[in-house]
C-alpha cells in the first residue's frame, strides 16, 4: 500500500509537534518538499495566525535548550542566526543576565571539579567558558567561586 503524500502543512505541523522552529528554520526544512505552486510564506504565515508556530517560543525553547551548557553570547548568536527580530532578542538577553554568573559556575565545576593547580590551567579553564560563550565577568566569577573539593 503507498503512503500519501503529506501537505507541506501537514509537514509543517510534525515538525513544530517534535519542537519549535524559527520561521526561517521551518522555511528552510519545508522548501525541500515544495512543489510548484506551493507558497511556504502562505503556510507560514498561517502558522503564525493559528498560533502554532511563535517567535516567543522557540526563542524560550533555544534557552531552555541552550542555557545548561552555553553562555549568554553563544545563546544571543544563534538567536541572531535564526533571525529573531531585536525585541525578542533583547528580552532573552535581560532574562539571560541574571543567571549568566550562576550558568557559569555550574559548567566550570561539572567539567573541571577541582581548582586550577596552575597557571596553565587556569587559563584553560577560562578558555574553556569563553569557548562557550560567557562573558568575561561571569568567567571571573566562576573562577574565583570556591570548589567542593577545594578545603574551606
Same mark, same amino acid.
Given at each position: %500500500? %503507498?503512503?500519501?503524500?503529506?501537505?507541506?502543512?501537514?509537514?509543517?505541523?510534525?515538525?513544530?509537534? %517534535?519542537?519549535?522552529?524559527?520561521?526561517?528554520?521551518?522555511?528552510?526544512?519545508?522548501?525541500?518538499?515544495?512543489?510548484?505552486?506551493?507558497?511556504?510564506?502562505?503556510?507560514?504565515?498561517?502558522l503564525?495566525?493559528?498560533?502554532? %508556530?511563535?517567535?516567543?517560543?522557540?526563542?524560550?525553547?533555544?534557552?531552555?535548550?541552550?542555557?545548561?551548557?552555553?553562555?549568554?553570547?553563544?545563546?544571543?548568536?544563534?538567536?541572531?542566526?535564526?533571525?529573531?527580530?531585536?525585541?525578542?532578542?533583547?528580552?532573552?538577553?535581560?532574562?539571560?543576565?541574571?543567571?549568566?554568573?550562576?550558568?557559569?559556575?555550574?559548567?566550570?565545576?561539572?567539567?573541571?571539579?577541582?581548582?586550577?593547580?596552575?597557571?596553565?590551567?587556569?587559563?584553560?579553564?577560562?578558555r574553556?567558558?569563553?569557548?562557550?560563550?560567557?562573558?568575561?565577568?561571569?568567567?571571573?566569577?566562576?573562577?574565583?567561586?570556591?570548589?567542593?573539593?577545594?578545603?574551606?
Amino acid at each position: %500500500m %503507498m503512503k500519501q503524500k503529506l501537505s507541506l502543512k501537514g509537514r509543517a505541523l510534525r515538525y513544530l509537534s %517534535m519542537r519549535e522552529h524559527s520561521r526561517i528554520e521551518l522555511a528552510r526544512k519545508l522548501s525541500v518538499y515544495a512543489e510548484e505552486g506551493d507558497d511556504i510564506e502562505a503556510v507560514l504565515t498561517w502558522l503564525e495566525a493559528s498560533n502554532f %508556530m511563535s517567535a516567543e517560543r522557540f526563542s524560550d525553547s533555544l534557552v531552555n535548550r541552550r542555557s545548561a551548557r552555553f553562555g549568554n553570547q553563544r545563546i544571543l548568536a544563534e538567536l541572531q542566526s535564526h533571525q529573531m527580530d531585536d525585541v525578542e532578542i533583547q528580552r532573552v538577553k535581560a532574562n539571560l543576565s541574571e543567571t549568566e554568573s550562576a550558568r557559569a559556575i555550574e559548567v566550570l565545576h561539572r567539567k573541571f571539579p577541582r581548582p586550577p593547580e596552575d597557571y596553565e590551567q587556569r587559563l584553560k579553564q577560562s578558555r574553556f567558558l569563553q569557548q562557550r560563550g560567557f562573558s568575561g565577568k561571569a568567567i571571573q566569577q566562576a573562577m574565583r567561586e570556591p570548589r567542593e573539593d577545594e578545603d574551606q
